[in-house]
């Protein structure tokens, strides 16, 4: 129980990062998911806590959503995203852990080098989705590398939150999908992902108000180097 609770916990912190410093937040939690449940179910769990995430701001946003570069994204991201989370099912729980922390490392060396920044195009939506897609099916998050995607488009804020979160929900969605047909998820599953995903929701709005307390450039460099360092740590130990 201590666990759980320490769980929803970090789920809390976890949203409440990524709503002051834009990212890192799903990432920062699966190796606490890892450590408590077990590689096996931590990444399905961060799917299902993200499919709840991105559902509040999509909802809150609905008349927001841009339909045409979110539908041309989850044209490969779908696909994609299921091959993904078909590979993770099927590999061995120390290569999915080495796997989870070099793309950890890559999205950190990508958005720290600006090498995320694309140009505006269908092609940078449909190829960026596939990517993102598969990397999230195998490592449960790929958002740096989305959110990038959907950044190149230039939309207004409100536009680019509730078109990047209807875009995620669909892809995680797909991913649960493969999730339960091929893991064995126990019982204690979807009672935990509800509660996780409830203390998400409220960590949004708590990092809504902490982003006007803290120097976010500085906050958003010291998310990047926690990042680094837990990457580091998944690859040396898998």
């Given at each position: 129980?201590?666990?759980?609770?320490?769980?929803?916990?970090?789920?809390?912190?976890?949203?409440?990062?990524?709503?002051?410093?834009?990212?890192?937040?799903?990432?920062?939690?699966?190796?606490?998911?890892?450590?408590?449940?077990?590689?096996?179910?931590?990444?399905?769990?961060?799917?299902?806590?993200?499919?709840?995430?991105?559902?509040?701001?999509?909802?809150?946003?609905?008349?927001?959503?841009?339909?045409?570069?979110?539908?041309?994204?989850?044209?490969?991201?779908?696909?994609?995203?299921?091959?993904?989370?078909?590979?993770?099912?099927?590999?061995?729980?120390?290569?999915?852990?080495?796997?989870?922390?070099?793309?950890?490392?890559?999205?950190?060396?990508?958005?720290?080098?600006?090498?995320?920044?694309?140009?505006?195009?269908?092609?940078?939506?449909?190829?960026?989705?596939?990517?993102?897609?598969?990397?999230?099916?195998?490592?449960?998050?790929?958002?740096?590398?989305?959110?990038?995607?959907?950044?190149?488009?230039?939309?207004?804020?409100?536009?680019?939150?509730?078109?990047?979160?209807?875009?995620?929900?669909?892809?995680?969605?797909?991913?649960?999908?493969?999730?339960?047909?091929?893991?064995?998820?126990?019982?204690?599953?979807?009672?935990?992902?509800?509660?996780?995903?409830?203390?998400?929701?409220?960590?949004t709005w708590a990092g809504r108000s902490l982003i006007k307390r803290l120097p976010v450039d500085r906050f958003r460099q010291f998310v990047m180097v926690l990042l680094a360092l837990i990457a580091v740590q998944m690859i040396v130990m898998?």
């Amino acid at each position: 129980m201590t666990d759980y609770l320490l769980l929803v916990l970090g789920a809390f912190v976890a949203a409440a990062i990524s709503g002051s410093a834009g990212f890192g937040g799903a990432l920062l939690l699966l190796p606490l998911l890892n450590q408590v449940v077990g590689v096996t179910e931590a990444v399905p769990l961060l799917t299902i806590i993200q499919i709840i995430g991105n559902g509040a701001r999509a909802v809150m946003n609905w008349q927001q959503i841009r339909w045409r570069p979110v539908l041309l994204f989850l044209a490969a991201a779908i696909p994609l995203s299921m091959l993904g989370a078909l590979s993770f099912a099927s590999l061995p729980t120390s290569l999915v852990t080495r796997l989870v922390g070099g793309a950890i490392l890559l999205l950190v060396v990508l958005k720290a080098t600006g090498m995320i920044a694309f140009k505006p195009s269908r092609r940078v939506l449909v190829v960026g989705g596939g990517i993102t897609g598969l990397l999230s099916g195998l490592v449960g998050s790929a958002g740096p590398l989305g959110a990038a995607v959907f950044l190149s488009l230039g939309l207004p804020p409100l536009a680019y939150v509730a078109s990047d979160a209807t875009a995620a929900i669909a892809m995680h969605g797909a991913k649960t999908i493969v999730y339960g047909a091929t893991i064995d998820l126990g019982p204690a599953f979807w009672p935990l992902a509800i509660a996780m995903g409830l203390a998400m929701i409220a960590g949004t709005w708590a990092g809504r108000s902490l982003i006007k307390r803290l120097p976010v450039d500085r906050f958003r460099q010291f998310v990047m180097v926690l990042l680094a360092l837990i990457a580091v740590q998944m690859i040396v130990m898998g």
